[in-house]
């Protein structure tokens, strides 16, 4: 899953003291109908949305996009006096989304290509087993089905929501602020305050 990041930069100084920037930056990860679209009862008019999709030399895309990644960004210079100046900063970036990570993350970039089977011991409140010691999985194994099942891979086995979540950017948000002072003879006196706001 690929991005594309345009960025745009302005900058103005209004006084001799004070310069200020700011910049935009738009992250796009570059949707299908559901295969159980239309086949819902009691959803009449409604498109339902979401379909498992398989990269290939056609289908460049597993997800849909996300298309709201606007990251601004701000910030000034002022100086105090000829040896002390203040800066301040403030952006919005966006990390790399969980699918785009897939391989690490064991959700939706490994869909499909592992499996598990579950024991039913009976099927009538333990009047009769089902599954035997000598026998525990009489019906199989639930085997990877791969890219065979196209977008009705997993029907029936529980698809979860983190097929239709984690194709979004996390969000960062970063302050910065300094205070900077030169004391002369090569020495520079500096204090930093950058906090971190990460959210989902």
Known sequence: MGSHQPVSLASCQSSSSLVADHGRRYVCDITADSPINGKVPNLPGRTLKGAMRFVDSNNRRQTPTDKNNWGPRFGFVYAINNATVFRG?????????????????????????QSSTGVSRSFDGDVTAFARLDNPFPNGFNRPQGIAGGAATQ???????????????PIIQEWSATLQRNLGKSSLWKRVISPTKATT
């Not at 900063?89 to 499909?112: E, N």
């Not at 029907?155 to 950017?169: H, K, M, R």
Request: glycine letters at 16%.
């Open 89 to 113: 900063s403030y952006g919005i970036i966006y990390s790399p989304s969980v699918l785009q990570a897939a391989g690490t993350s064991g959700s939706s970039g490994t869909a499909a290509f």
């Open 155 to 169: 029907l029936g086995l529980g698809i979860s929501d983190v097929f239709f979540i984690d194709n979004a950017n």
